[in-house]
Each structure stands twice: as C-alpha cells, then as structure tokens.
Nanobody
Framework: FRLVESGGGLVQPGGSLSLSCAAS????????VGWFRQAPGKEREGVSC????????HFADSVKGRFTISRDKTKNTVYLQMNSLKPEDTAVYYC????????????????????WGQGTQVTVSS
C-alpha cells in the first residue's frame, strides 16, 4: 500500500495550494486518512483527518477555517485544500492512512497511522 503526495510548492502569504495524496496497491475507501506536517527543527504535527466510514473530519486549531480535507473514491485520492496560507504553514506535508479503527471518528495522533507518503514541501513566503 503506497501513498504519494503532490501539489506542494512556493506560495505567497494569503495564497492557496491544493495537495493530493494518491494511493496505490489498495483502496482508500475503508481507510481513515490524515495530513501531517513537519517544519524544520520541529516535531511532526497533525493537521487534519477524515474517518474511514462516514468521512467525519477534524482539524488542528491552527488550520481550522482555512484548510479542508476531502476524498475522491473514484480516483483513490485524498486532498488537502489550503487557503489563507501563512508563513508558519511552511513545512513538509505528509499524508497517512490506517485500516485500524477510526471508522466513525478520526485522529491526528501520529501512532494511529500505519502508512505514510514521502512528503511534499510547502513554502509560504513573499
């Protein structure tokens, strides 16, 4: 089961980016998914997640109201739409998935996830 992120890049403060996470070797249909990020010198932190069965979502306070998470089952892909970006959003962004639990709720606790992508760099700077 492989996850591949794309869509990162350089954007000015206040701008938007849409990250994609494509799965191969399995279907994301019944997996809970999460987005995490890691800034230089900092621990990896949870940003957003979506439950496996009913697409319940959760967001970290730092991104609430600015980021949205969605899933396209026909494309086996999860998205993170990031609006009103700030310099402090600069980080490598990772998607993750798990088939263990998280059926009707989700978590941005790192150990809950079994599969990880390689990450995509997001830089917010003028």
């Amino acid at each position: 089961f492989r996850l591949v992120e794309s869509g990162g890049g350089l954007v000015q403060p206040g701008g938007s980016l849409s990250l994609s996470c494509a799965a191969s070797g399995g279907t994301l249909d019944r997996y809970a998914v999460g987005w995490f990020r890691q800034a230089p010198g900092k621990e990896r932190e949870g940003v957003s997640c979506m439950s496996a069965y009913d697409d319940t979502t959760h967001f970290a306070d730092s991104v609430k109201g600015r980021f949205t998470i969605s899933r396209d089952k026909t494309k086996n892909t999860v998205y993170l739409q990031m609006n009103s970006l700030k310099p402090e959003d600069t980080a490598v962004y990772y998607c993750a998935a798990t088939g263990r639990g998280l059926h009707y709720y989700c978590s941005i606790w790192r150990p809950a996830y079994d599969y990880w992508g390689q990450g995509t760099q997001v830089t917010v700077s003028s």
